[in-house]
């Protein structure tokens, strides 16, 4: 059916319905166990926003509060989908998934931070991504070793 036979406004409201999927990394969506709950969670939590949006009568705003959680069950169905689930670690020998390392950096700060899959990373919460370039140099690293971040050295103080 034609835009003008429907009670959209303008085709710029029909536009603001479709929102574009959110971009998926193209590295391998490694995740924790807890990691993969939260996907199923976040999952189901955007199936239930569409779900109440389809309740509302008027189909222009139906349409626009359904846009956000309609994209959202793309992106977290694909994360579902693809997940591959990492057991944690029982060495401490060296960094790995799943590993929360402690290092100090050359000005004195302690950092402790917990090596996680892309969509459960919170450096703010003490969780990086394995693909963040810290976490990529201190992989398969050691208890004293260092590497190099932008011109700063880290040295591993700790690994649990």
Request: net charge neutral; hydrophobic share 35%; charged share 35%.
């Given at each position: 059916m034609s835009v003008a036979f429907t009670k959209e406004d303008s085709a710029e409201t029909a536009s603001e319905t479709l929102l574009p999927d959110r971009p998926i990394s193209p590295h391998p969506n490694l995740v924790t166990a807890a990691g993969l709950k939260a996907l199923e969670h976040q999952l189901q939590q955007a199936r239930e926003a569409y779900?109440?949006?389809?309740?509302?009568?008027?189909?222009n705003e139906r349409r626009?509060?359904?846009a956000l959680p309609l994209r959202d069950m793309r992106y977290f169905a694909?994360?579902?989908?693809?997940a591959q689930v990492i057991a944690a670690t029982t060495s401490t020998d060296t960094v790995a998934f799943g590993s929360t390392v402690t290092f100090r950096r050359d000005d004195g700060r302690v950092?402790?931070?917990?090596i996680v899959g892309e969509d459960e990373a919170d450096p703010k919460a003490g969780s990086i991504s394995f693909v963040s370039p810290v976490a990529r140099l201190l992989l398969n690293k050691a208890v004293g070793d260092e590497v190099t971040v932008s011109g700063q050295?880290?040295?591993i103080m700790s690994i649990s």
């Open positions: 779900e109440a949006a389809q309740t509302i009568e008027d189909v626009r509060q359904a694909a994360r579902v989908r693809t950092q402790t931070y917990r050295n880290l040295e």
